[in-house]
């Protein structure tokens, strides 16, 4: 259970990568919803406080997807030898968080997380939430092997609405702190959601320095 309790807990760390290359000039990309998941879109992010010369973290959607039989779309969150997949499905309910993997092991939540609501409920005071299981599986050249299952709650909480100004921009976002609760205990998150943008600060701290879309 302790090895599934700090596996589960990766979905509360932050969104894991790879070491890579600058990315090659192309244009801006458009035509963005509400949550961004144009194929191509990418984000590029660095811990607050770091130099802008310093290596970056990235979020790069990579298109559609099956995970456990469902549709979704893959969010690739690579950067500093790290490398995840994150399936999310995007739609007129919001933004709910199928699982992730990485190469060494996958993680399937059962109700999928809701991580946003619809559009129209995002607002100060909002709250909504849930409890959903995780299967934890271990990757092998074999196949999966489940190494455990657990209950695990969220809650999720509108703080304010307010302007920032980072590195990427100006924006408008929305506070969000996000609680999660399982058998190890309980741990807390805030994040910048900025609509038609995305995340701005994640719930590692690590702030947008750049964007391939408008």
């Not at 979905?11 to 144009?38: H, M, S």
């Not at 060494?104 to 129209?120: D, G, H, K, M, T």
């Not at 999720?156 to 921009?169: S, T």
Request: neutral net charge; hydrophobic residues 40%; contains cysteine.
């Amino acid at each position: 259970m302790k090895r599934y309790l700090m596996v589960l807990s990766l979905v509360l760390a932050a969104c894991a990568p790879q070491v890579t290359q600058a990315p090659e000039a192309r244009p801006l990309l458009e035509g963005v919803g509400f949550y961004p998941a144009t194929t191509g879109v990418e984000w590029t992010y660095l811990p607050e406080g770091e130099a802008l010369t310093a290596l970056p973290y990235r979020v790069r959607v990579e298109g559609p997807a099956l995970y456990e039989g469902q549709e979704a779309l893959r969010f690739r969150s690579f950067g500093r030898g790290e490398d995840r997949i994150y399936y999310r499905q995007v739609g007129a309910f919001g933004v709910r968080l199928l699982g992730f993997q990485d190469p060494s092991a996958r993680v399937v939540f059962l109700p999928p997380i809701l991580e946003y609501p619809p559009e129209a409920l995002l607002a100060p005071g909002h709250r909504w939430g849930g409890t959903v299981e995780g299967r934890v599986e271990l990757l092998t050249p074999g196949g999966r092997e489940t190494l455990a299952r657990g209950m695990l709650s969220y809650a999720m909480e509108v703080l304010e609405e307010r302007e920032v100004r980072l590195p990427a921009g100006t924006f408008r976002v929305f506070r969000i702190r996000q609680t999660y609760q399982d058998q190890a205990g309980q741990t807390a998150y805030e994040v910048w959601f900025s609509p038609r943008v995305g995340e701005v600060r994640t719930r590692e701290g690590r702030i947008l320095v750049e964007r391939n879309f408008r």
